[in-house]
């Protein structure tokens, strides 16, 4: 049998672009993450933690029951419970390990200069943000649901400071973020429209006057809403003041 010589593989050619763009992101990391105050470091460890928000999430269900039938609040717990689902399926089943970028905190360029925060550096990799996408989904879908521009506001602002806190914490890149948000507000939007097309067939009556959004929420409990959300703040800052994680 004749000797074949061994070819070894030629690694893939990364354009330059893309290389630029990375090394960008690295020192934009680098120069956001972490930082000598406890105070910030407890303030980021604590916002980006989802338990953090569970007054919220519990004061959005008794918003779903008191203005909707059983049928309608079901329908809209089961659509958010599949949207989390696909995003979180999408995000960390399909893309993180087809892509395989490293978090800044494991990345062998960096990992070692990166500011590490109570010992947590998160998952192997990191594109795209899972809780960009999360947030940001929920943020859509729940500015659609709603139709009450503060809550809008305010929702978009929440998806933004609980994700950035990711940087700051070392475990993502802001372009790990950006895609997250824009991959959210897709799934967000998407999963929306498949509610808004079964609600309908549902018949669910629209209540309409000035005491109520365009989708028929009591603007009362819109301002509720907008009042635990600052409310959960203030409690995350508390914590972060009693707490000494370092």
């Known amino acids: 049998m004749p000797y074949t010589p061994h070819i070894a593989a030629m690694p893939l050619e990364i354009p330059g672009w893309i290389d630029k763009l990375h090394h960008f992101d690295q020192q934009l990391t680098l120069a956001v993450n972490g930082s000598d105050s406890i105070f910030w470091d407890n303030i980021a460890y604590c916002v980006t933690n989802t338990f953090a928000w569970s007054l919220v999430i519990l004061t959005l269900v008794i918003i779903f029951f008191r203005n909707n039938d059983l049928r309608t609040t079901l329908l809209i717990l089961l659509t958010i419970g599949l949207m989390i689902l696909v995003a979180d399926q999408l995000c960390s089943g399909l ?47 729940l500015s659609r649901l709603f139709r009450f521009r503060p809550i809008t506001i305010t929702l978009i602002i929440w ?26 507000a897709i799934i967000g939007g998407l999963f929306y429209y498949i509610y808004n097309k079964v609600s309908v067939r549902l018949h669910a009556p629209r209540r309409m006057s000035s005491e109520y959004t365009a989708t028929g929420y009591e603007k009362r409990d819109m301002y509720s809403l907008l009042a635990i959300i600052f409310f959960n703040y203030i409690l995350v800052l508390i914590v972060a003041m009693s707490l000494g994680i370092r």
């Open 95 to 141: 893309v993180k390990p087809l892509v395989a970028r490293w978090r800044p905190t494991q990345d062998p360029d960096i990992m070692y200069q990166v500011d590490i925060i109570n010992g947590y550096r998160g998952g192997r990799y990191g594109f795209f943000s899972g809780h960009a996408c999360n947030t940001m989904c929920m943020a859509v879908f």
């Open 159 to 184: 998806s933004i400071t609980t994700t950035i806190t990711r940087i700051y914490l070392g475990v993502h890149y802001l372009g790990d973020i950006t895609v997250g948000f824009i991959m959210g």
